[in-house]
């Protein structure tokens, strides 16, 4: 039993074979699809994802970093309403990426606090994106730090400490198919992080592991993940991915 903890398959990037890439996963062993929303205008597409395979997908209603522009007050407003008659089983995705654009920091900063707050009012755990932003992250975390602050650091491509102080801050982190690359690092020290720390993600279509490189990368290539952790960790991959498991259920009170 495996739960992708981070996909976006509500994307038009899987309209003309949605279905088989569902299927596809569901032979690998994929049990639960969590998708993150990303801005006002993915809305009806995720919900419509959510309404097509009942009982699978887990949605999360929030506000992307990237899509964080002037509008971002009029966008919050959306997407709070949204939350609050929807149901939705966290708040995501959400954080600062300074990576393509600084332009808009204040307002990405704004942004994220607010959607922290929600989800402490809430008790909904939180699915942060970070690029090029860990600093400005760790900060406001620590402002807004609480016993109902709570999620996963997606895609987690930071340093032993950074991933230690995520994890005293109450976060899991994401693994995702950074962790397959030669040049991706995490691989060198995730030994010396605890397994029940981590959760298993794809962030399909983006970020294919090896040997999917440069390719749509979809929730069955999580497999990939699941095999280089479990040689990272010297463990049987079925009990591996039991960890990993009950890590997801937990996070996501199912």
């Given at each position: 039993m495996i739960v992708?903890?981070?996909?976006?398959?509500?994307?038009?990037?899987?309209?003309?074979?949605?279905?088989?890439?569902?299927?596809r996963?569901?032979?690998?062993?994929i049990?639960?699809f969590?998708?993150?929303?990303?801005?006002t205008?993915?809305i009806?597409?995720?919900?419509?994802?959510?309404?097509d395979?009942?009982?699978?997908?887990?949605?999360?209603?929030?506000?992307?970093?990237?899509?964080?522009k002037?509008?971002?007050?009029?966008?919050?407003a959306?997407?709070?309403q949204?939350?609050?008659?929807?149901?939705y089983y966290?708040?995501g995705?959400?954080?600062i990426?300074?990576y393509?654009?600084?332009?808009f920091?204040?307002?990405?900063?704004?942004?994220?606090?607010?959607?922290l707050?929600?989800?402490?009012?809430k008790?909904?755990?939180?699915?942060?994106?970070?690029?090029?932003?860990?600093?400005?992250v760790f900060?406001?975390?620590?402002?807004?730090?609480s016993?109902?602050?709570?999620?996963?650091f997606?895609c987690?491509?930071?340093?032993?400490?950074?991933a230690?102080r995520a994890?005293?801050?109450?976060f899991?982190?994401?693994?995702?198919g950074v962790?397959t690359?030669?040049?991706?690092?995490?691989?060198?020290?995730?030994?010396?992080?605890?397994?029940?720390?981590?959760?298993?993600?794809?962030?399909?279509?983006w970020?294919?592991?090896?040997?999917?490189r440069?390719?749509?990368?979809?929730?069955?290539?999580?497999?990939k993940?699941?095999?280089?952790?479990?040689?990272i960790?010297q463990?049987?991959?079925?009990?591996?991915?039991?960890?990993?498991?009950?890590?997801?259920?937990d996070?996501?009170?199912?």
């Amino acid at each position: 039993m495996i739960v992708d903890t981070h996909t976006h398959i509500f994307v038009s990037e899987f309209d003309q074979d949605r279905n088989e890439v569902v299927q596809r996963a569901k032979e690998a062993g994929i049990e639960k699809f969590v998708l993150p929303n990303i801005d006002t205008k993915s809305i009806s597409a995720l919900k419509q994802c959510v309404k097509d395979y009942p009982g699978d997908m887990l949605p999360l209603m929030g506000l992307h970093p990237t899509s964080v522009k002037e509008d971002y007050q009029e966008q919050l407003a959306i997407i709070k309403q949204e939350l609050d008659r929807g149901t939705y089983y966290g708040i995501g995705e959400i954080g600062i990426d300074l990576y393509w654009d600084q332009t808009f920091l204040r307002e990405q900063q704004e942004a994220f606090q607010m959607q922290l707050q929600w989800a402490k009012a809430k008790k909904l755990p939180v699915s942060i994106h970070i690029r090029e932003a860990f600093d400005e992250v760790f900060e406001i975390i620590e402002q807004e730090k609480s016993p109902d602050l709570f999620g996963i650091f997606h895609c987690f491509t930071g340093t032993l400490e950074q991933a230690q102080r995520a994890i005293d801050l109450n976060f899991h982190l994401g693994i995702g198919g950074v962790v397959t690359f030669k040049n991706g690092k995490i691989d060198k020290f995730l030994n010396q992080i605890p397994l029940q720390n981590l959760v298993a993600e794809t962030d399909a279509p983006w970020l294919s592991p090896t040997p999917y490189r440069g390719k749509r990368n979809e929730p069955a290539h999580i497999i990939k993940v699941i095999e280089k952790l479990s040689k990272i960790y010297q463990m049987k991959q079925e009990e591996l991915e039991c960890i990993l498991y009950h890590n997801s259920i937990d996070i996501f009170n199912l």
